[in-house]
């Protein structure tokens, strides 16, 4: 495609819904730019190869932070799709909607019409969520989302752990009561990866006036205050494609500040820095860049019922041919089926702690952290008060951007995550653990001390892998927003971002049912439509809050 009505710059989480809703009814026509490839094989549709292709540059941009200086000078990957699907062709699976005080607070924030019960009435439309609370799920959407099998015992000695040590229970996490511990949901249908590939973008290409555009976005193509196009560089060749209507990019929290700095929309003088005539000065550009860390806190167990067995490469190979064959067994989950959101202390009104648990001690790169079978919680804390930026190398669109998260940053983000230490290894004391329970793999019974703990998290803290918020959303006269609540880039006409860039902070768990929300609702303001009626459903929050964590 050369022309389209519309022109989405990514088939990421949000892109692909945006797609499958513009393009309902035949009357308009999208293209979709995508540089990465398909997404067919093995290691992104086998739900259990997790681990693979986000660390595979056919898949990957390879992003990575500077030096990170409260993390000793660290490196952190900062992975992100490259391949139709976006991040939700290579991303963990797990589903999480949020809670529905960070909606309220995105309104709060600016983000007018952007509260839980206007965002709610999405979530449903894009749901098809097997076993979720009658309600406040949705059953016929085309994003498939259902629970683990859990027939590893662990899973429910996790859950009654919780319980034991006093915390709340929850059968759906997604409806209207979000704190304790309960099952896991995933975005796996049928033994497959449901990504936004698979449930939005292939019924949207099927309609023949969505055409996907092959190629690498340089920059948007702004005439007189409007953008007209998007310039796009596929085999060396630089073409426009052009946008009758709008042009809405979606691009990753990463990719989509890169991109409107490289088209003149962003901090003056930083632009002109790098020699970039300036089209719109929005100092928000790039700035309050979030992210979700986590410590993965891992026991021996003394029974060997964990996946540890199921490592080697004959168990790889049968695994690998049942998948291949049925779409059966251990290759059709991703093996999160246990999660827990609670609240870190007395005062805190809803969640700020997330738990994965899943039944091996292993890293996300698919590494054995021992020789052993094992089991371990992924926690941290969800919403740490530092910030860092997404900024431009050079004007060379092929050049990496420089990412700084500033983790750890803020003192509460080291307090915050002793707490989850401490929490974790009295969640595993429990009694419900005590036919599994071995010695302490990570961080290990001599690790004490607040200042042990510290030096803990200074080494092994990782990035869950959820950056946002670099487009943030807010009102039109708010200096450092970038859109506003209808996704409009402020300053220049017949262009948008919708991806988790423009979420103003962070939400309570994994990001892409969020950004697929996002997707949903901005497809209604660019078509002017009016949005979806708001719920009045009310979620439930501990009546305890004010004086305990449980």
Same mark, same amino acid.
Request: glycine share 10%.
């Given at each position: 495609?050369?022309?389209?009505?519309?022109?989405?710059?990514?088939?990421?989480?949000?892109?692909?819904?945006?797609?499958?809703?513009?393009?309902?009814?035949?009357?308009?026509?999208?293209?979709?730019?995508?540089?990465?490839?398909?997404?067919?094989?093995?290691?992104?549709?086998?739900?259990?190869?997790?681990?693979?292709?986000?660390?595979?540059?056919?898949?990957?941009?390879?992003?990575?932070?500077?030096?990170?200086?409260?993390?000793?000078?660290?490196?952190?990957?900062?992975?992100?799709?490259?391949?139709?699907?976006?991040?939700?062709?290579?991303?963990?699976?797990?589903?999480?909607?949020?809670?529905?005080?960070?909606?309220?607070?995105?309104?709060?924030?600016?983000?007018?019409?952007?509260?839980?019960?206007?965002?709610?009435?999405?979530?449903?439309?894009?749901?098809?969520?097997?076993?979720?609370?009658?309600?406040?799920?949705?059953?016929?959407?085309?994003?498939?989302?259902?629970?683990?099998?859990?027939?590893?015992? $662990?899973?429910?000695?996790?859950?009654?752990?919780?319980?034991?040590?006093?915390?709340?229970?929850?059968?759906?996490?997604?409806?209207?009561?979000?704190?304790?511990?309960?099952?896991?949901?995933?975005?796996?249908?049928?033994?497959?990866?449901?990504?936004?590939?698979?449930?939005?973008?292939?019924?949207?290409?099927?309609?023949?006036?969505?055409?996907?555009?092959?190629?690498?976005?340089?920059?948007?193509?702004?005439?007189?205050?409007?953008?007209?196009?998007?310039?796009?560089?596929?085999?060396?060749?630089?073409?426009?494609?052009?946008?009758?209507?709008?042009?809405?990019?979606?691009?990753?929290?990463?990719?989509?500040?890169?991109?409107?700095? $490289?088209?003149?929309?962003?901090?003056?003088?930083?632009?002109?820095?790098?020699?970039?005539?300036?089209?719109?000065?929005?100092?928000?550009?790039?700035?309050?860049?979030?992210?979700?860390?986590? $410590?993965?806190?891992?026991?021996?167990?003394?029974?060997?019922?964990?996946?540890?067995?199921?490592?080697?490469?004959?168990?790889?190979?049968?695994?690998?041919?049942?998948?291949?064959?049925?779409?059966?067994?251990?290759?059709?989950?991703?093996?999160?089926?246990?999660?827990?959101?609670?609240?870190?202390?007395?005062?805190?009104?809803?969640?700020?702690?997330?738990?994965?648990?899943?039944?091996?001690?292993?890293?996300?790169?698919?590494?054995?952290?021992?020789?052993?079978?094992?089991?371990?919680?992924?926690?941290?804390?969800?919403?740490?008060?530092?910030?860092?930026?997404?900024?431009?190398?050079?004007?060379?669109?092929?050049?990496?951007?420089?990412?700084?998260?500033?983790?750890?940053?803020?003192?509460?983000?080291?307090?915050?995550?002793?707490?989850?230490?401490?929490?974790?290894?009295?969640?595993?004391?429990?009694?419900?653990?005590? $036919?599994?329970?071995?010695?302490?793999?990570?961080?290990?019974?001599?690790?004490?001390?607040?200042?042990?703990?510290?030096?803990?998290?200074?080494?092994?803290?990782?990035?869950?892998?959820?950056?946002?918020?670099?487009?943030?959303?807010?009102?039109?006269?708010?200096?450092?927003?970038?859109?506003?609540?209808?996704?409009?880039?402020?300053?220049?006409?017949?262009?948008?971002?919708?991806?988790?860039?423009?979420?103003?902070?962070?939400?309570?768990?994994?990001?892409?049912?969020?950004?697929?929300?996002?997707?949903?609702?901005?497809?209604?303001?660019?078509?002017?439509?009016?949005?979806?009626?708001?719920?009045?459903?009310?979620?439930?929050?501990?009546?305890?809050?004010?004086?305990?964590?449980?």
């Amino acid at each position: 495609m050369t022309e389209a009505d519309f022109v989405i710059v990514g088939s990421g989480s949000a892109g692909s819904a945006m797609a499958y809703r513009l393009s309902e009814g035949g009357k308009n026509t999208v293209a979709v730019i995508e540089y990465g490839g398909t997404d067919y094989g093995p290691f992104i549709q086998m739900p259990a190869a997790l681990s693979y292709p986000m660390n595979m540059r056919r898949y990957d941009w390879r992003f990575v932070t500077e030096p990170e200086p409260h993390l000793g000078g660290r490196v952190l990957a900062t992975p992100r799709g490259k391949v139709l699907g976006g991040s939700s062709s290579v991303n963990g699976m797990v589903y999480v909607r949020g809670h529905a005080r960070d909606f309220d607070h995105w309104a709060e924030q600016g983000a007018t019409g952007w509260s839980f019960a206007d965002v709610l009435p999405y979530f449903r439309r894009m749901e098809n969520a097997a076993g979720g609370e009658e309600g406040w799920r949705g059953t016929d959407g085309p994003l498939h989302v259902r629970r683990g099998p859990q027939q590893n015992p $662990l899973y429910a000695a996790f859950v009654e752990a919780g319980r034991q040590a006093g915390f709340q229970t929850t059968r759906d996490y997604n409806g209207a009561k979000q704190e304790g511990f309960g099952p896991m949901e995933q975005t796996i249908h049928n033994g497959r990866r449901w990504s936004v590939a698979n449930a939005y973008l292939r019924p949207a290409l099927r309609r023949g006036n969505v055409g996907l555009v092959k190629g690498f976005a340089r920059r948007v193509v702004i005439e007189n205050g409007r953008a007209v196009g998007v310039e796009v560089e596929t085999r060396g060749r630089v073409r426009v494609v052009r946008a009758r209507r709008e042009v809405i990019v979606a691009a990753s929290s990463i990719n989509s500040p890169k991109l409107l700095m $490289l088209s003149g929309i962003g901090p003056a003088a930083h632009l002109k820095e790098h020699g970039i005539e300036v089209v719109a000065d929005r100092p928000g550009v790039g700035q309050n860049l979030q992210d979700h860390m986590e $410590l993965y806190i891992q026991q021996e167990s003394l029974q060997p019922i964990t996946l540890y067995s199921k490592l080697g490469l004959f168990w790889k190979a049968r695994i690998g041919a049942e998948w291949l064959f049925f779409k059966t067994g251990l290759g059709a989950s991703n093996h999160f089926e246990a999660a827990a959101f609670v609240r870190s202390r007395a005062g805190v009104d809803y969640p700020d702690i997330q738990y994965h648990f899943i039944p091996v001690a292993i890293r996300y790169d698919g590494k054995a952290a021992a020789k052993a079978h094992g089991f371990q919680a992924h926690v941290g804390p969800m919403r740490s008060k530092s910030r860092g930026a997404v900024t431009l190398r050079s004007a060379d669109p092929w050049e990496r951007p420089v990412i700084r998260f500033n983790y750890m940053s803020h003192p509460d983000d080291w307090a915050d995550f002793r707490h989850c230490i401490r929490l974790t290894r009295e969640i595993f004391g429990q009694p419900a653990f005590d $036919l599994y329970r071995g010695r302490e793999i990570s961080p290990g019974t001599d690790v004490e001390t607040d200042a042990q703990l510290d030096d803990f998290i200074r080494a092994h803290a990782e990035s869950a892998y959820h950056p946002c918020g670099t487009c943030r959303m807010g009102g039109r006269d708010d200096r450092e927003a970038v859109v506003d609540p209808e996704c409009r880039v402020i300053g220049v006409e017949g262009l948008r971002v919708a991806d988790s860039s423009i979420f103003p902070r962070i939400t309570n768990g994994n990001l892409n049912a969020p950004s697929i929300m996002t997707g949903e609702k901005a497809a209604d303001h660019i078509l002017g439509r009016k949005p979806l009626t708001p719920s009045n459903l009310e979620p439930w929050i501990n009546p305890n809050w004010r004086e305990s964590d449980r």
